[in-house]
């Protein structure tokens, strides 16, 4: 009887042993396991770390910073809005000029030729010469300016020629002669001089 006992309690040892080292075993495996979670964890938190909230001076340093771009951004775009607009206003007042002035100068050819002609009344001819020398003041201050080249070389820009001749006492490529007068406007030309060219 006694012998069974012992040998019960050796089992029981036995397995009390054997259930403590299961446990144990057990205890380990979760140790490492919330070890592992947590640093897990750990690197996730520092993945994904944010960076400090701004204090409210940086804030509106920020804000003044973006203002003052948008500011400087506006500022940009209207002054080249401006010189844009400034520049067609330009173009647009000289365009508007040589048509008006391009459609008075068969009037003005006109008025030029009965001051030229000669007359034997010096009432009619100081009348016409007066209303003529007004007329000229006039397109000149409206910033036109007459091209007569003559005696100067030849230039296609600004002349038309409608002959040539050979003439020694001129160079090659001159301008001999001007049979009517041209117009511009700064570098618009209204309407080219009609000219002989000597020796082309």
Do not use: C, W
């Not at 495996?29 to 204090?55: M, Y």
């Not at 508007?96 to 391009?102: E, L, N, P, Q, S």
């Not at 009344?121 to 397109?139: C, H, P, R, W």
């Amino acid at each position: 009887m006694d012998n069974i006992e012992n040998k019960e309690n050796i089992d029981n040892v036995d397995n009390a042993e054997n259930v403590e080292e299961t446990v144990q075993e057990e205890l380990k495996a979760d140790e490492e396991a919330v070890a592992d979670t947590a640093k897990e964890q750990t690197e996730e938190e520092h993945d994904g770390e944010t960076k400090p909230e701004l204090t409210e001076e940086e804030k509106l340093q920020a804000e003044l910073a973006e203002t003052k771009d948008k500011y400087l951004r506006l500022m940009a775009e209207y002054d080249n809005y401006r010189k844009r607009t400034a520049k067609q206003m330009i173009e647009m007042s000289s365009a508007v000029k040589g048509d008006t002035v391009a459609e008075l100068l068969p009037i003005y050819d006109n008025f030029e030729r009965a001051a030229n002609a000669e007359s034997s009344d010096e009432t009619y001819k100081s009348g016409v010469t007066m209303i003529f020398n007004q007329l000229t003041e006039a397109i000149k201050k409206l910033g036109v300016e007459i091209i007569d080249p003559t005696g100067q070389p030849f230039d296609p820009n600004i002349a038309n020629a409608v002959s040539q001749i050979e003439d020694p006492e001129l160079g090659e490529n001159v301008v001999a002669q001007t049979f009517q007068k041209g117009y511009k406007i700064g570098d618009r030309v209204i309407r080219y001089a009609m000219v002989v060219v000597a020796n082309a």
